[in-house]
């Protein structure tokens, strides 16, 4: 069995724990725990792992793995990242800074983003327009990388699988 792995990171509330369950052809794995923090509007959040599988054929199988957004589990980010085909960051348009959330991904996944291809899925656009995808474009140009960023609602699974097929099209483009 040839298996392969995506990591899904990205701020808390983001939706790296939707988007993992909108395409799991398993039920998830999430280590979610209730939210004590009273200044994060959420009522769960990830303090390991997401993980579910997408069977590709009848012997490949892609492992998802869905990191906690909170810096203060970025531990778990490294531990996580090794042997990582690719990398999806989500980032929440909604949030105070998100160009400086990507800058924190980006950092925190350096290592990681070196070896593997990588995918920018941006969450709440229609309601927050600003930044657009173009700000982001240049923030990443500015870091030196030229990644796909696509708006994507997570709960939707053929968007998921956008995301998915950006990082496989990059494979490819590096493989041929």
Not at 104 to 114: K, M, P, R, S, T
Not at 157 to 171: S, T
Request: aromatic share 6%.
């Amino acid at each position: 069995m040839r298996e392969y792995k995506i990591l899904f990171t990205g701020t808390m509330g983001a939706g790296k724990t939707t988007a993992i369950a909108a395409i799991s052809d398993i039920a998830p794995v999430s280590t979610d725990v209730q939210n004590n923090d009273p200044n994060l509007d959420k009522a769960r959040t990830t303090v390991g792992l997401d993980y579910g599988e997408v069977v590709l054929g009848p012997d490949e199988r892609l492992r998802l793995y869905g990191t906690p957004g909170q810096a203060r589990f970025a531990f778990m980010w490294g531990i996580l990242s090794r042997g990582a085909l690719g990398l999806v960051i989500l980032i929440d348009n909604s949030r105070p800074d998100p160009l400086g959330d990507l800058r924190v991904y980006l950092d925190g996944f350096a290592e990681c983003i070196a070896t593997a291809p990588c995918v920018i899925g941006i969450g709440r656009l229609p309601g927050n327009p600003s930044p657009g995808l173009d700000d982001y474009a240049t923030a990443l140009a500015r870091a030196g990388h030229t990644f796909p960023v696509v708006e994507v609602d997570v709960r939707e699974a053929e968007q998921v699988r956008m995301l998915l097929d950006l990082l496989l099209l990059q494979l490819e483009c590096t493989v041929a």
